[in-house]
């Protein structure tokens, strides 16, 4: 069934657990409301370069009119400033906005409480272990949440009237020099009875270490972590934990943001996390799964892996090969088919997402552009297996009516673009609605966004070398070829044109000296252009004409007989004769022409210069005859 009612997400890094499941508990729980979920997200802070310097065009894709509301998952973003920006554009919207945060928020929020369960599982290790050295393990790449959990074991620690000073902590990096290190400053004191670390990632970095150094867990001392990962929960004995309730998170978010449509505003709504108890605090627990599923899962998330980069290497390969964005487009249809992951793939790129900026088209001489429509075009479009054709539509709309119509599917929307340039997006949805979002799908999006890039550049290359074949070949009075330019383009009529014979005809202007004496250099080059204008219409686009130097024309045709050749001049010259009719200078416009020609077959450019010398002898003999005053036949 179509949800006309529409939820947008905006989170960064979706592919990290935590944003994975808190989106899937937003799309669950908006579909039991009979909303759709629209996800907006990012990979700001990834070291991605020109794929993620202009994703604050992420703001221009939805169409915020169709949104009833929205949840601003504000805590993964890394680079503040998009964050301020997503913000700064959610507080002029009518709709409601819910975010997911703990501190510094800008919007009634829904907060995940794991941080005040230090104090939950310091207590634990005090009440129930009898621990009375308890050591914590901060983490510098997140220090701000790090420094809280610090504070409220010391706190903790302090109520029940226990040591906790400098011996009794330390903060580190994600090395593993640091984790060595933290066990050196634990120990050399003596051993201490629990390590409460700052989350399970580290918690099982300093496992490691402290293995390493031959001490056994829980049996020299205890271990704890935070975020109940799936690698600290099958580790032997399972490490001690506290719960993260991230799709729960989600859930709430929009039952909070429900009750905003409804009139109800809560500023804070928490979800709390709970204590989880394992085998490293010296409690019993048994293990998630057994060793053998979870060494299974391992093995064939590292084939996953592995196959995921060699697909990414293979499709970066295929795509720099294409020479058009349709031949582009094929390949990536082949590659969405092979993952079986998408019920459904679209790719958007909008209107005039590969023309040269307008200063580049000034200057190669290309006419000016329409003004945009607005529209968006549909360029790849794969539902249940089947293509869709192309089609345009408005872009105030994420996707044409006749595919969101028929859906109920979550969709996941990434900008396409290459440093401050915005192709387009790329639409994704998951079967049954299971996000199933892998890394390969940011992969997807530097690799298409480094084709449309090289498609980009290749026009911008073709104007202006269509520019510098201006400046370089082109005659700048006429526009026609000049010398060099006749040179260099030769060989193309020659191979290329179909005719049985070449022919070379030599054009010179007419007391051209006299005219520019009397009437000046405007008017002399005024001629010049009048006989450049007979010329084009009475060759064909395929003929080489050029301009030599001041007054003298040469064309290199391919003709069927010398008779085709001289209709050509006959047109020139009759072209120039009405000219004569209908114009008020005070001078006549006329050629003296000559013309040469030889089969085509095995002619070379060494023959084409004896065509030349020919046509010219030709064209000397009639400006003598005209002289002598003999009338030509």
């Known amino acids: ?154 706190r903790t620690m302090e109520e029940h009237g226990l040591p906790f000073g400098e011996g009794e902590v330390y903060e580190c990096e994600d090395r593993a020099e640091d984790y060595a290190a933290a066990l050196a400053h634990f120990t050399a004191g003596g051993v201490p009875d629990a390590v409460v670390c700052y989350n399970d990632h580290a918690a099982v970095r300093f496992w490691e270490a402290a293995h390493r150094a031959g001490y056994a867990i829980p049996g020299d001392f205890a271990v704890t972590g935070c975020d109940f990962d799936e690698e600290g929960q099958n580790l032997d004995p399972p490490l001690a934990t506290i719960t993260f309730p991230a799709w729960e998170v989600g859930a709430e978010a929009v039952t909070s943001l ?98 040269p900026s307008d200063y580049l088209r000034q200057l190669a001489g290309a006419p000016a552009e329409p003004r945009e429509t607005g529209s968006v075009v549909l360029k790849l479009a794969i539902r249940n297996g089947n293509r869709l054709p192309e089609c345009s539509f408005q872009s105030s709309q994420l996707l044409p009516d006749f595919i969101q119509q028929d859906s109920d599917s979550a969709y996941i929307v990434s900008p396409v673009a290459f440093g401050r340039r915005l192709f387009g997006y790329m639409v994704r949805a998951f079967r049954d609605n299971r996000i199933g979002y892998k890394f390969l799908d940011v992969l997807w999006l530097t690799n298409t966004a480094q084709f449309l890039q090289n498609i980009y550049e290749n026009r911008r290359l073709h104007a202006v070398s269509h520019q510098l074949e201006s400046v370089y070949a082109k005659d700048s009075l006429t526009g026609l070829y000049n010398h060099p330019g006749f040179v260099n383009r030769q060989s193309t009529v020659l191979h290329s044109v179909e005719g049985a014979m070449v022919a070379v005809t030599m054009f010179d202007v007419d007391e051209l000296k006299q005219i520019t004496d009397h009437f000046g250099h405007q008017e002399g080059d005024f001629v010049l252009l009048t006989v450049g204008q007979a010329l084009r219409k009475n060759y064909r686009q395929e003929d080489l004409c050029a301009r030599f130097e001041g007054d003298e024309f040469y064309v290199l045709a391919k003709v069927d007989s010398p008779a085709q050749a001289a209709e050509a001049v006959a047109g020139v010259r009759s072209y120039l004769a009405n000219f004569n009719k209908l114009s008020a200078k005070p001078y006549p416009v006329s050629v003296s022409a000559g013309w040469a020609c030889l089969p085509a077959e095995d002619v070379t450019e060494q023959d084409v210069q004896e065509l030349m010398s020919q046509a010219d002898a030709a064209m000397r003999r009639e400006k003598r005859d005209k002289a002598s005053g003999r009338t030509e036949k």
């Open 258 to 355: 429900m009750g905003q449509m409804h009139g109800r505003v809560e500023p804070v709504t928490c979800v709390w996390a709970k204590l989880a108890p394992g085998g490293s605090c010296g409690c019993g627990r048994d293990h998630g799964e057994s060793h053998f599923l979870y060494q299974r899962k391992l093995a064939k998330r590292i084939v996953h892996t592995e196959n995921v980069l060699i697909d990414s290497i293979h499709m970066a390969a295929e795509l720099s090969r294409a020479d058009s964005v349709d031949e582009g487009v094929d390949i990536l249809e082949k590659f969405v088919r092979a993952t079986g992951d998408y019920s459904d793939f679209y790719l958007c790129l909008n209107e005039r997402w590969d023309e």
């Open 1 to 154: 069934m179509y949800h006309d009612n529409k939820i947008a997400v905006f989170v960064s890094h979706l592919y990290g657990d935590y944003q994975r499941q808190l989106c899937q508990g937003v799309v669950d729980r908006a579909a039991e409301y009979g909303y759709r979920t629209e996800i907006y997200c990012s990979n700001d802070g990834e070291a991605l370069g020109e794929y993620v310097t202009g994703e604050d065009t992420i703001l221009r894709l939805p169409d915020f009119q169709a949104v009833d509301g929205a949840v601003f998952v504000s805590g993964p973003y890394v680079d503040r400033s998009l964050r301020d920006k997503i913000a700064a554009v959610l507080k002029t919207q009518r709709f409601p906005v819910v975010e997911v945060a703990e501190y510094d928020v800008d919007f009634p929020s829904v907060s995940l409480r794991n941080s005040e369960l230090f104090r939950d599982m310091t207590e634990h290790m005090i009440q129930v272990h009898g621990a009375r050295r308890i050591c914590y393990l901060g983490y510098r790449p997140q220090k701000f949440f790090s420094d809280q959990r610090h504070k409220i074991v010391a």
